[in-house]
């Protein structure tokens, strides 16, 4: 083994270093208080569980994404978290079980077999809130408006906003009478966009032609707030669930642009993205400049169930460190040097106190350091006078 490849990481499992580290503990400080100004109690999942109270109710994908362990203890298969949202449920449907409503949020390292992305991390930080309780428009809206004042607190001005519904299409597909490799090829087609193939596709295998041309149609509905019209003319045979739906997806809208009218709503209502755990509507979030989504997230009503304890339930997740990357301004970390050697000095050791307490960042040189304040990222020292008071100056001695 060289050295070079006792450094080298796996792929996607990144290291952070200062300042980029702070950036983002900072910013996890303000989206946590937020949700807690918002009423989400924060809840700690653990980072590996048995892999079928991790996997159950979730789909196949999240079960390519987790890594696998086999326990020492128990000898059974445990999985780590790859996405803290059935965590979530399970915690909602099974721990807390609160009549009413219940709100949690979390912020915790996740790891993933494969990267969402091409260059992406493996290793996310996850944050998030999921409400539990409600189905309905007034929850999907404030799920909703979490995500983008999460969004806005951590710097983002311009977001776009696409929003689909999956029972769209799952009440298209209950009609549509496929065996389980046919729907997995039409999902993956769907899924892609590849539209010429979900035409073959439905061709091939969907009897009904209503049925077939409904679907074809879907995987095209996508754009701004006219195309819902044309949903609800182009999908008006099928069954009522479809048309609460995308009234629901209309109503959704009309709030969330009432209340953040800087936001640019899009509608696509072929979205399949996600852990196969949704159910509902479902969400992602844009920036300019960035190709993925920056947070998402959606209703996934059925996924306590498993735990004893069907619940509504709708949530939002980000990754921590893309935000901090993509939205966070560098502040230039600054602090106040003390040089070596006075540490018995009263009047220095409560000017320091009294610094720190503040909230201001004071470093103590070590005796014999040869780098100075501005080596240490201070950009001011503590300096005696005469009298023996110490004054904070600036610092512009490099030793
Ligand atoms: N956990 C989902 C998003 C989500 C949160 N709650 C519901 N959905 C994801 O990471 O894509």
Not at 87 to 107: E, I, K, L, T
Not at 300 to 325: M, N
Not at 358 to 365: A, L, W, Y
Request: glycine share 8%; charged share 25%; aromatic share 8%.
């Amino acid at each position: 083994m060289t050295i070079a490849d006792r450094w080298l990481l796996p792929d996607g499992m990144e290291e952070v270093l200062p300042p980029q580290a702070r950036q983002i503990e900072v910013l996890r400080r303000e989206l946590l208080d937020l949700f807690h100004s918002w009423g989400y109690d924060l809840v700690f999942p653990p980072p590996a569980e048995y892999l079928e109270s991790l996997l159950t109710g979730s789909g196949n994908d999240l079960d390519l994404q987790t890594f696998k362990v086999t326990d020492r203890n128990s000898g059974r298969l445990m999985g780590i978290a790859a996405d803290i949202t059935p965590q979530v449920a399970r915690m909602d449907a099974h721990s807390m079980q609160r009549q009413g409503p219940a709100r949690f949020c979390y912020c915790a390292n996740v790891l993933r077999t494969k990267s969402d992305t091409m260059l992406g991390s493996r290793s996310p930080m996850q944050v998030g809130a999921e409400l539990f309780g409600h189905a309905g428009v007034e929850s999907d809206t404030e799920i909703l408006g979490l995500m983008l004042s999460a969004l806005a607190t951590a710097g983002a001005e311009k977001i776009h906003l696409d929003i689909g519904h999956v029972g769209i299409y799952k009440a298209l597909l209950q009609e549509a009478g496929l065996d389980a490799d046919q729907e997995k090829q039409l999902f993956n087609a769907i899924l892609h966009k590849v539209y010429s193939e979900v035409d073959q596709i439905a061709a091939r295998y969907i009897v009904s032609e209503p049925v077939r041309s409904m679907i074809s149609r879907l995987v095209r509905l996508s754009g701004s707030s006219e195309i819902l019209a044309q949903a609800q003319l182009e999908l008006a045979d099928a069954p009522a669930s479809v048309k609460e739906a995308l009234d629901s997806v209309e109503q959704t809208a009309k709030i969330i642009q009432h209340q953040y009218p800087n936001v640019e709503i899009n509608f696509d209502l072929a979205e399949l993205r996600g852990y196969n755990y949704h159910t509902g509507m479902v969400f992602a979030a844009y920036i300019p400049g960035y190709a993925h989504a920056i947070a998402q997230g959606g209703r996934y009503d059925e996924t306590g169930k498993v735990f004893g304890r069907a619940r509504p339930a709708t949530g939002f997740s980000a990754d921590l460190k893309i935000l901090a990357k993509l939205l966070q301004k560098t502040d230039p970390v600054s602090g106040i040097f003390v040089p070596a050697g006075f540490s018995t000095d009263e009047e220095l050791l409560s000017t320091i106190r009294a610094l720190r307490s503040e909230g201001t960042r004071v470093v103590v040189g070590l005796p014999e350091q040869d780098v100075g304040a501005l080596e240490m990222g201070c950009d001011s020292e503590l300096v005696r006078k005469e009298d023996g008071q110490w004054v904070v100056e600036p610092s512009n001695r490099i030793f």
